[in-house]
Structures are given as C-alpha cells and as structure tokens.
C-alpha cells in the first residue's frame, strides 16, 4: 500500500490517533496485565479455550504404570504369524494382545499381558495364549471375596458413647 493511503497521514495531528484520552494504547497496561494476570478474571474465557488444564492440582499418577505402546488384535493373528501356529508376540514388540476381529484357526500365542476377550476368543477355536508377566489383565483371576465377606463377623456393639437407658419423654 502506498504511503500517502495509509490511515496515519490522515490522523497526523492528532496526538492520540483515534485511542481516547491521552496515553491510552501505549504500553502493556492496555493488553490486560502481562503473562499470566487474568486468567481467573478477564482472561478467563481464553483459558478455558486455549489452557484448560491451568488450574487444579496435579492428579496422582501411578509410580510404575504398565504403558502399552504397540498391541495387536486378534483379528490380526493370521497376519503376524505368516502361516505358522506359534508366536511370541513380546519378541515381536508387542504389549498387549487385544479381543478385537475373529479368530478362524487355533494359535499359541506368547505375550506380556492379554485382555480377557483376547484370551476367551483364542481358546474358543483350540488355541492357547500364555501371559509372560504371570496373570492376564481382568482375565482367568480369582473371583475376589467382597469387603462384607473377607471381614471376620463381629457381633454388634452399642457405641462407647451412646447414651444407654435414656428414653424420651412423651
């Protein structure tokens, strides 16, 4: 754009050019505060947008969390074993065998940690999958006794502090 078109020729003279009283739009005070000021006043509404997470605690997070990076489905068996009956799927790079698709033939399948529906899909059709990491993820695990169960019944008490013999009066 040429320079004789621009807006500030005409606004030469001005002082302000068109921004109110005097010394208003010259430095950060007119941004609404520098970095993070705002964010729970005038600002809020672009942190919900663009920083969500900016406020609140951290979450607990486990100290050893079991992290798959690569799994395979059962659907996918046929294609990874290439024609054989047996695999090792740890060997392969594989964490987690998965229960999604169809399994057609019975596989021995090797692997670190396997979903319940995996397990239950292979051995429907003869096949076997052994779990490295000595039990499989919510599969094959001994039904748990519940809280009411695994207490020892112990008769009823009144409380220490309970008033015992008052009654109303009507």
């Avoid at 406020?55 to 100290?63: A, R, T």
């Avoid at 290439?82 to 695999?87: A, L, N």
């Amino acid at each position: 754009m040429a320079t004789r078109l621009r807006k500030v020729r005409r606004l030469r003279g001005s002082r302000t050019h068109g921004w109110g009283q005097v010394a208003q739009h010259r430095r950060t005070g007119a941004k609404g505060g520098s970095g993070m000021a705002g964010l729970h006043k005038h600002k809020f509404s672009y942190m919900v947008k663009y920083d969500p997470e900016h406020f609140g605690s951290n979450k607990w997070h486990p100290p050893h969390p079991s992290v798959t990076t690569k799994w395979a489905n059962v659907g996918d068996l046929p294609n990874i074993c290439e024609g054989k009956k047996e695999v090792d799927l740890g060997q392969l790079g594989y964490d987690k065998l998965l229960g999604k698709g169809r399994v057609a033939e019975a596989f021995k399948v090797k692997v670190p940690r396997a979903s319940a529906s995996a397990i239950e899909k292979v051995k429907a059709v003869g096949g076997q999958v052994e779990v490295e990491s000595g039990e499989a993820d919510n599969a094959e695990a001994e039904p748990s006794t519940s809280k009411n169960e695994s207490k020892s019944e112990k008769p009823s008490q009144p409380r220490p502090n309970a008033a015992v013999g008052k009654t109303e009066k009507t």
